[in-house]
């Protein structure tokens, strides 16, 4: 947007407009929540931004506009930055909302940080290439709560993040594996299972669709005192099986008959396996109990 148009105040903040903007604009649009969102080339009637995580300059941040609500949608690893983004907005924009609300600022954040998953590097198509978990003892369910990885560096930021909390609102939703529009699950079978042995290793996979996350982003913003100094799990609510996956979306000859040989050499009777069976479960239910929401892309491959 030119900056004769940019707003002064809008309700959310979208800080990198990414993937995530194809499906929240639409949605903040169709719900009359209005919104800004950056970029770093300015394009699409964005505001040209770029964070720099080692900077205390806070000119780039005059070009923002107020906002009851900021969404961080790219990663931040550096130690100290979180808080000095924060820092730095609330230092240019000083003023309190009408209703006393102060500005809370949401993280997207990494599933990977419980599981060692490559989302944790920013790369959610890569969470189809995640290492193959081998199932050990009785399967437990991760939650929100679960011991994640305080060493993995986008993780530490995170809790640096919360850490700003009560003083000011914040709040993170780890995300599982995307999908929507241009991402669509089945164009990554043949890919990722490119041998039979490759095939037999796969396990689980968690996906949530852009169109539940930006529904979970909503729904923050409405209720953020709900959310504040928390962590959240965000998947769909299903554990979803590779050689289901395999067996729908596979080339003929290469990956449909691995998965029926794989099949008879477990003695898997039919497909999709169990959590148990397949070894890693995600339990994100607190998520959708607590703002009293359900997902509602809940079957892959439909838009």
Not at 30 to 53: L, W
Request: hydrophobic share 35%; with cysteine.
């Amino acid at each position: 947007m030119s900056t004769s148009s940019q707003p002064t105040s809008v309700d959310i903040l979208i800080l990198g407009a990414g993937w995530t903007s194809t499906f929240l604009v639409p949605l903040c649009t169709a719900r009359g929540v209005s919104f800004a969102a950056t970029s770093r080339s300015g394009r699409d009637d964005t505001i040209k931004f770029a964070f720099n995580p080692e900077s205390d300059d806070a000119e780039p941040f005059r070009a923002l506009p107020d906002a009851q609500t900021v969404l961080v949608t790219f990663p931040i690893y550096l130690s100290g930055a979180s808080a000095r983004l924060v820092k730095l907005y609330q230092q240019t924009h000083p003023r309190s909302h009408s209703d006393g609300r102060k500005t809370g600022f949401v993280q997207l954040g990494s599933s990977g940080i419980w599981d060692g998953g490559p989302t944790t590097k920013g790369d959610h198509a890569a969470h189809f290439q995640r290492p193959d978990v081998q199932k050990q003892g009785p399967l437990e369910w991760t939650t929100r709560h679960s011991k994640f990885d305080e060493g993995n560096n986008r993780a530490c930021a995170e809790t640096e993040l919360l850490a700003l909390a009560p003083e000011t609102p914040t709040t993170v939703l780890d995300l599982c594996g995307l999908w929507g529009g241009p991402r669509q699950v089945k164009n990554f079978v043949p890919r990722v299972a490119t041998s039979k042995e490759v095939l037999k290793g796969k396990g689980s996979i968690h996906m949530i669709h852009g169109l539940d996350v930006s529904r979970a982003i909503l729904a923050v913003h409405a209720n953020f005192e709900r959310a504040a100094g928390e962590r959240w799990l965000l998947t769909d609510g299903r554990v979803y099986d590779w050689w289901d996956w395999a067996s729908a979306w596979g080339e003929e000859g290469k990956q449909t008959k691995w998965v029926r040989e794989l099949m008879n050499e477990e003695g898997v009777h039919a497909l999709p396996r169990t959590p148990e069976v397949i070894g890693r479960g995600m339990d994100s239910r607190e998520f959708w109990d607590t703002f009293d929401l359900e997902p509602v892309k809940g079957r892959l491959g439909e838009e």
